[in-house]
């Protein structure tokens, strides 16, 4: 991005401020993040960087809010922790079985009412959470499985599968079909060609449109309320910050947020893993 | 005649094409037909279903059939006769007989105020009427108020099968009971000041989105891709990141002891006693909303900005325009998709928006869904929380249509 020797005054100007800008964008999308973390680590019980964090005194830190976050009785985290990642396992399953299979449908030239379908499938990302929340609860009262583990898996599947059907539709996309009509050819049978050939060039399209689906779920908030129906047991690790977050902002959900921020780089690693492989294997190079 | 071509098993080649065809269609659609039947039948129709809620009184309609068909011949002008009033009677003796007197009054209080304590008091006096007296006088002689032609008027009104007011108190209209739609009083109009505020909310935050994601977009798309993978994990660490830690973070900030106020204050360019109020009104549900959706906004103008060769922009100044204009005339036209993605994308989710509203927002910042909500969870008038839903989601809908046309659902991307 150096500029060259003969840029003129004005326009160096307008370089260098456009950079500043683009860095202020830039700290206001990321620090936000970034304040939780040592506010986590705090001695205090008050949320703000007390002087002994800002003079870096060791003993102005300490991990007592991550012992209350897995010991406390008061904050069930760990039937949240636990109930979270349940609904998130057996939601990721359904939502990527039944949403690859969809798209693997709709990614054919041959597909009818392509673009309606379509819109049908995606509509869960689309409509407010708080439409799909009273819906899919009323419904699931009515067959008695509001307040269950099942109910509350369903809604999950609800949620998910238009991550998954869109990442594997556009993996699918990019899928040169005479790789699967070489197969063929060659006297491979569908379910062969598919197994062989097909599925390990979308595997990575699949993935991430699980990671989607899982994180969907781990964070859903809106649905849950209205599903889980105050029912304790059944709690999840949003539900249980949403919980703590109306009463007092307490320095255990910062310990919490920052497990959270953890999780979530580990999954932006996995998906940029991911895309790399992609791209190799699709012989798109990486430059 | 053209000759007739045919396969190596003697069909006509045309009529097995058709066959191969029609098979490969019904093999697409049976593949997507689980998932399809799952949607409609677990999402597509139980929404229909709640939004019928809007405009149902099937069940109240149910409790007092006979009151309701008297009452199609009473034009409500003068107070009813006998053969209202006795039919009310009786069918008001079966519902405290099978106690459910409560929903009926329940419901008519929605229509007309006062309508709980006057069933609940005729319920319990209903036993020392006079089959053979007049039954509007014993009615008067329990409760003054049935002596109150309106109470008449709304029962009649509270027994239609359907019926669509609710929709008027969506946009703080009443309809009296002469049948005249009027607005509701200056000081009960919430409604409206709720909707102007979603849209404005929505329609600022869509724009502020823009502003801020367009020139990050356009510094990640040129960059060397090993800065730009670097950079471009502050745009997707947020978008990975739980939707409730970031508004605790905001939280965390904007509070009046919170984060940034005590450095502007440490630093002496606010005075500890006047620090500023950046939550629980609009501009905390606005900032905290901006930096939420910004990703949003990013991944589509980046995935756009990327294809753009930067040779047009160089063919563009080395023909003599200046890098303002060759930006205008041909940067910024070839970004349009990315921008429409972008904005309706943002715009979708922000005017549905409810959590960070509810924690940041406060009675000031907080936008229609919190309404629904509200309604749906804690004063139960479900057809009032429908309605409002029904408009949300028609709004939403037509934006999603307007995706559908400029972008086309099949270009989604995500990440």
């Known amino acids: 991005m150096a500029l060259p020797k003969y840029t003129e005054m004005r326009y160096r100007v307008w370089h260098y401020s456009y950079l500043v800008i683009c860095t202020a964008v830039f700290v206001f999308l990321i620090a936000p993040l970034f304040v939780i973390i040592p506010l986590s680590f705090n001695a205090e019980q008050y949320i703000h960087f007390s002087d002994g964090m800002l003079a870096l005194q060791p003993e102005a830190f300490s991990l007592r809010w991550y012992e209350d976050m897995i010991y406390g009785t008061k904050n069930p985290w760990g039937i949240a922790a636990r109930n979270s990642v349940y609904y998130a396992f057996f939601s990721t399953i359904g939502a990527t079985v039944l949403g690859t299979v969809a798209a693997l449908g709709l990614s054919s030239r041959y597909m009818p009412y392509k673009q309606l379908i379509m819109s049908v499938l995606i509509s869960p990302m689309i409509i407010p959470l708080i439409i799909s929340g009273s819906a899919i609860f009323f ?68 993935i991430s449109g699980a990671l989607f689906a899982f994180v969907t779920s781990f964070d859903e908030i809106v649905v849950i309320l209205f599903v889980a129906g105050g029912d304790r047991n059944l709690t999840t690790i949003p539900l249980q910050m949403w919980t703590g977050l109306r009463e007092q902002l307490s320095p255990t959900i910062m310990a919490v947020a920052t497990c959270l921020i953890v999780l979530s780089t580990l999954i932006l690693i996995v998906t940029e893993l991911l895309r790399r492989r992609s791209e190799r294997i699709r012989g798109i190079s990486a430059q | 005649m053209t000759a007739e071509i045919r396969t190596s098993d003697g069909e006509l080649l045309s009529v097995k094409l058709k066959k191969v065809e029609r098979r490969r269609r019904t093999t697409a659609f049976l593949l997507a037909a689980p998932l399809l039947f799952f949607i409609v039948f677990a999402y597509v129709i139980p929404i229909f279903q709640m939004l019928g809620r809007s405009i149902d009184n099937a069940e109240m309609n149910s409790f007092l059939t006979e009151t309701h068909e008297v009452m199609q011949t009473w034009d409500g002008s003068e107070m009813p006769g006998e053969d209202v009033t006795s039919t009310f009677y009786y069918e008001l003796k079966t519902a405290v007989e099978n106690k459910y007197h409560g929903k009926i009054a329940t419901r008519l209080n929605y229509e007309k105020g006062g309508f709980t304590s006057l069933i609940k008091k005729t319920s319990r006096k209903l036993k020392n009427f006079d089959e053979n007296a007049n039954f509007l006088d014993q009615f008067i002689d329990v409760h003054k108020k049935w002596g109150d032609i309106e109470y ?15 929709y008027l108190t969506t946009f703080d209209y009443e309809q009296k009971f002469d049948g005249s739609i009027e607005r509701i009083p200056e000081k009960l109009r919430i409604n409206v000041t709720l909707w102007l505020r979603t849209i404005f909310v929505a329609v600022g935050v869509t724009f502020c989105c823009f502003i801020l994601a367009y020139p990050i977009s356009h510094l990640l798309s040129v960059l060397p891709t090993r800065y730009s993978n670097l950079l471009m994990i502050c745009v997707l660490l947020p978008f990975w990141t739980s939707l409730l830690v970031r508004t605790s973070s905001w ?86 998709a990315g921008i429409s993605a972008g904005s309706i994308l943002v715009f979708v989710l922000a005017i549905g928006y409810y959590i960070t509203p509810a924690l940041v927002g406060g009675a000031k910042g907080i936008l229609i869904s919190n309404r629904i909500a509200y309604h749906m969870q804690q004063s139960l008038d479900w057809s009032l929380a429908t309605a409002m839903a029904t408009v949300l989601l028609i709004a939403v809908l037509v934006v999603y249509w307007l995706y559908n046309k400029i972008v086309g659902i099949d270009n989604m991307r995500l990440g």
Do not use: C
């Not at chain 1, 509350?152 to 790789?179: C, E, M, N, Q, Y």
């Open chain 2, 251 to 336: 939280m965390v900030l904007l509070q009046k002891q919170g984060v940034l106020n005590d450095t502007l204050v440490s630093l002496g360019f606010v005075a500890d006693e006047s620090r500023l109020e950046l939550m629980y009104n609009m501009t905390g549900t606005f900032i905290a909303m901006t930096q939420i959706l910004l990703p949003f906004m990013v991944l589509p103008l980046y995935s756009v900005m990327k294809t753009i060769s930067p040779s047009l922009m160089r063919a563009a100044t080395s023909m003599g325009a200046t890098p303002f204009h060759a930006f205008r005339k041909i940067y910024f036209p070839l970004t349009y």
């Open chain 1, 139 to 206: 419904s699931l009262a009515k067959l008695g499985l509001a307040a269950t583990f099942p109910g509350i898996v369903i809604a999950h599947i609800i949620l998910g599968t238009p991550f998954v059907v869109i990442t594997v539709t556009a993996t699918l996309s990019g899928f040169d079909d005479s790789i699967t009509r070489a197969a063929s050819s060659l006297g491979s049978t569908p379910t062969n060609t598919f197994f062989k050939i097909t599925l390990p060039l979308i595997t990575p399209g699949i």
């Open chain 2, 152 to 166: 008449w008027q709304a029962l009649k009104r509270g027994t239609d099968a359907y019926h669509f007011r609710k």
